[in-house]
């Protein structure tokens, strides 16, 4: 059974979108209680990588919108950089422990 790979980059409806402020919205809508039972797996991990980009994109934003004189504050800057660090590392977590579970499955013997 391959496994296929997840396609993020390329799917746009998880990249945030800009207001007029600057200010990143997420638009997919959060998951009902029993949409999330019934969420697929790939879904989730997709849903996960949305928030991780949209973070990093929030942060990098807010510091460009300080360069240029915008109305960012100074301290939400470090605060969303924090974020996305933390964000970026638990999915960097998720994935060596979904590669050690694929590594270990392969060498079960049959």
Avoid: C, W
């Avoid at 945030?16 to 039972?37: C, F, K, W």
């Avoid at 996960?48 to 949209?54: F, L, P, R, S, Y």
């Avoid at 996305?84 to 960097?92: F, M, S």
């Amino acid at each position: 059974m391959p496994i296929e790979s997840l396609n993020l980059l390329n799917n746009y409806s998880i990249l945030p979108s800009l207001t007029t402020t600057g200010r990143v919205l997420n638009d997919y809508p959060a998951p009902t209680v029993a949409e999330e039972q019934q969420m697929p797996f790939a879904d989730l991990l997709t849903q996960a990588m949305g928030d991780t980009v949209a973070s990093d994109y929030e942060s990098k934003t807010l510091g460009i919108d300080l360069l240029l004189g915008g109305e960012a504050d100074l301290h939400s800057i470090p605060i969303a950089q924090q974020k996305a660090e933390i964000l970026l590392n638990l999915t960097v977590q998720i994935r060596n422990k979904m590669v050690e579970s694929y590594q270990e499955i392969m060498r079960m013997q049959v």
